[in-house]
């Protein structure tokens, strides 16, 4: 499924703050995410109890959280598991 994300600003901005060898794995899950949103290495799955938002991990340590509308995927949160939930 080909899918557009969208980065907003402020998740860009802490994008810019991650080591850099995450922050490489961050654009290679988002491409992946794009083409294909069942990669087993992206473990993406939806947020229980929430009807619009998913996640999927970056690294061991680091996921990111999305919601979808249609077509489009819009990041809304980037870090560890205790900083986004």
Not at 11 to 19: A, G, H, R, S, W
Not at 28 to 52: A, Y
Not at 71 to 79: Q, R, T
Request: charged share 35%; aromatic share 12%; glycine share 4%.
């Amino acid at each position: 499924m080909k899918r557009e994300i969208v980065i907003p600003l402020s998740v860009e901005k802490k994008i810019k703050k991650l080591p850099h060898e995450v922050r490489k794995k961050v654009y290679w899950c988002v491409d992946m995410l794009m083409k294909n949103e069942k990669h087993p290495s992206l473990r993406n799955k939806k947020i229980q109890g929430t009807e619009f938002y998913w996640e999927f991990s970056i690294t061991m340590n680091y996921r990111a959280v999305y919601r979808r509308e249609s077509d489009k995927a819009f990041l809304v949160g980037i870090g560890t598991h205790e900083d986004i939930f």
